[in-house]
């Protein structure tokens, strides 16, 4: 028989949460759906604020604007019943000099059980009535002998998420004796890594608890400041002792997490390298040679400075897994080109995948007008496409068997079927990564023995998340754009002006320019709020007479689709009436117009997507984003795209503004869940846990 000692013990923390004193099932089943299920996780709950319940005004004082913290003698109290039903109301009167003040609790006759005549009281709440001065179930707590015991008042009270049925005293009570008890047990995550003492990052300045009652901000931290224990951190999690605690105590927390994260990390990149060899595919530049001659224009410093980067990778030991990252019209196209150039130099074939068919169908008309004069094939594969165009002067895509030469094939979510294969993957490209899930991402690479990896972005991603959510890749950054571009100038305007924007738009036309009009959805919903392009079509087509227009989206047939957009790319559809599919995939310089109607729709990163298929020939060009919505967030967002066409500081606000999970959408499955760490703020706390997890692994 196995001798039961050797079993190892469950630690008080990992203990399940009826073990305390006070939580049965009923209570254990409503911390479920907290996510508290063991002391752990208890002693882990994140307050979703703090209230200053230190300074205390008399009741003359109080007033309906917010809620303060009083204090008094019970001078009276009562409990009415009424005739119909079991309705009650408890009321209690308390004094304090300066007046009185009525606390009423309805249909819960229980309350008179808790006071007498006489007790000393503190409350806390919001005036619902000033003759009489009334407060409605607010706080109270009968002042003890030891006021330094006070759960509920007289200090900083943590105030916490619930669950319905889950009282907030009750909560507070249990998470406070809790603390008393499991203090002790609480212990570093891994004491050879030195977190204790590190100094904060500079920008330490919280804001996360500025939810106060009151108005004001946090004071911030002190950059000098140093990491608590994490012990103590948790202490001052429930109870600080000022504001300054509080975010000490989320930080230290905070910074946990990032530590196991970026550990995760590196050990992924480091197994990953272990079990792999990289593929030689250096090139020879027997090919990329002739291709820069002839492309027309010359490589910005930082398209090279990132091919040499992409070089590098690509003759090392290890797979290149790259995240290539440059704001709209960089020239990121450009760049692949001469990866795969590289890649098929070396006599490896290469894949691109692409997240629509209009994308694609871009790509293959840039790659086989490049590749076709150097006697490389170019294939297509989409769900309506799966061989290349067999017209002069493309050549045919052979089956993988009985080729000779690598080659080039572009595609959509088509390339993660089955039925497509190649002999030699040395090259995987991926275009607007973030509208792939990771997983998508991975079964592609799957199709090769650890071919190299480039992803590409137009969406910058903000600093956090891509130490975070792409940790392990390494990055490539074009910031340097082709000269020659036109100003883009953007603007907001209310509705009522669209008149005025339809002249403007009619003008330009006349000039010979051609525009993109864009609209959130394709059909209209109940309601009518939201614009959508099949109504508008006409009334557009009304607006921009005699000039024609066209009309784009998801519901079209492929052949449908490529009508319209060749004809908008020979100008012979002057305005483009679409949905956010023209996102990515149409390069029209001549196209220096886009009114996107219903803009509050849209994230910052995509209308800045959007934005980004106008100024991209040597005219200035005009972005006229149309809201009606008032409230202060969506015109702080669309206020950062009149201020600045800059992906970057575009992309910082989007993550502010929005937070991390709806920027990211639900596709990248791989986005960490975190209890204190903020994506949105915490780019140097990513940065110091990085520094040390590196430091751990150079001392190992």
């Known amino acids: 028989m196995p001798d039961a000692s050797v079993h190892s013990t469950v ?20 911390l479920e759906k907290l996510r508290i299920r063991t002391v752990g996780d208890l002693l882990l709950h994140r307050p979703r604020r703090y209230e200053d319940r230190r300074q205390f005004r008399m009741m003359r004082e109080l007033s ?12 009276a ?3 009415k019943r009424f005739r119909r039903g079991a309705k009650s109301v408890f009321e209690l009167i308390l004094e304090d000099g300066s007046g009185r003040l009525h606390c009423r609790w309805w249909n819960l006759p229980f309350m008179e059980h808790y006071f007498a005549v006489g007790d000393e009281v503190l409350v806390f709440g919001k005036l619902s009535g000033l003759k009489p001065r009334t407060m409605d179930h607010p706080e109270t707590e009968v002042v003890q002998a030891d006021e330094e015991s006070a759960i509920h008042m007289n200090r900083i009270v943590p105030v916490y998420p619930l669950t319905e049925g889950l009282p907030q005293r009750w909560l507070r009570g249990l998470i406070r004796r809790t603390l008393e008890q499991h203090e002790r047990e609480v212990v570093e995550p891994d004491p050879g890594l030195n977190v204790v003492g590190c100094r904060l990052p500079v920008e330490a300045g919280d804001a996360w608890v500025a939810a106060q009652p009151a108005p004001g901000t946090l004071p911030p931290v002190n950059r000098e400041s140093t990491m608590p224990s994490r012990a103590r951190a948790i202490r001052l999690l429930h109870c600080p002792e000022t504001m300054a605690d509080a975010v000490l105590a989320r930080q230290r927390l905070a910074l946990d997490e990032f530590v196991v994260l970026q550990r995760k990390i590196r050990q992924r990149r480091l197994r990953f390298e272990a079990r792999s060899r990289g ?31 992409i070089r590098h990778d690509m003759g090392g030991s290890h797979p290149m897994r790259r995240m290539l990252q440059g704001d709209v019209g960089s020239g990121k196209t450009a760049v692949a080109a001469c990866a795969a150039l590289m890649a098929l130099e070396s006599g490896f074939d290469v894949v691109l995948m692409a997240p629509t068919e209009i994308l694609a169908e871009q790509h293959f008309r840039n790659f086989a007008r490049w590749f076709n004069p150097l006697g490389v094939r170019v294939g297509m594969r989409t769900g309506g496409r799966k061989t290349s165009n067999t017209e002069p002067p493309l050549m045919p895509l052979e089956a993988p068997r009985t080729r000779q030469k690598p080659s080039l094939t572009i595609g959509t979510h088509a390339l993660i079927e089955t039925g497509f294969t190649t002999d030699r993957l040395g090259l ?11 997983a998508q991402r991975e079964q592609l690479v799957r199709k090769g023995n650890y071919p190299h990896l480039l992803v590409m972005t137009a969406t910058p991603i903000p600093r956090t998340l891509g130490l975070t959510l792409y940790g392990d890749l390494d990055l490539s950054v074009i910031d340097e754009l082709p000269s020659g571009r036109g100003r883009v100038r953007t603007f907001v305007r209310p509705a009522d002006k669209l008149p005025k924007v339809w002249a403007f738009v009619g003008t330009r036309l006349d000039q010979g320019r051609q525009a993109y009009v864009v609209y959130p959805r394709v059909e209209e919903t109940s309601g009518g ?38 004809g908008f790319r020979a100008g012979r559809i002057q305005a483009l009436v679409a949905t956010s599919l023209i996102e990515v995939g149409l390069d029209v310089p001549n196209a220096t117009l886009m009114v ?14 959007l934005r980004g298929r106008i100024g991209r020939g040597a005219h200035e060009s005009h972005c006229i984003l149309v809201s009606d919505i008032k409230s202060p967030e969506a015109r702080e967002r ?19 503004l929005r937070g991390p999970g709806e920027l990211l959408g639900q596709e990248q499955s791989g986005s960490p869940r975190f209890r204190f760490a903020d994506l949105r703020q915490d780019f140097s706390l990513v940065q110091l846990a990085r520094d040390l997890v590196s430091r751990e692994a150079q001392a190992s």
Do not use: W, Y
């Open 64 to 75: 309906t604007d917010e809620p303060a913290l009083a204090r008094g003698i019970v001078a």
């Open 596 to 609: 996107i109607e219903n803009a509050e729709q849209f994230g910052l990163a995509q209308l800045h997507q």
């Open 638 to 656: 669309l206020r950062v795209l009149e201020e600045t066409t800059d992906g970057f500081r575009i992309a910082e606000a989007d993550l502010r």
């Open 11 to 30: 630690s008080p923390l990992e203990q399940a949460v009826t073990v305390l004193r006070g939580v049965g099932t009923d209570r254990a089943a409503q």
């Open 529 to 566: 709020a939201t614009k959508a392009v099949l109504k508008e079509f006409e009334r557009i087509q009304t607006a921009l007479a005699p000039h024609r227009v066209g009309l784009l989206h998801g519901r079209l047939k492929s052949a449908e689709k490529e009508s319209v957009m060749d």
């Open 428 to 438: 995987v490209l991926v275009d607007e990564q973030h509208k792939f899930g990771v």
């Open 279 to 309: 593929l030689p595919c250096r090139g020879d530049n027997h090919l990329i040679k002739p291709f820069l001659a002839g492309l027309g224009f010359a490589l910005t410093e930082a398209q090279k400075r990132v091919l040499r980067e």
């Open 77 to 79: 109290m009562g409990l």
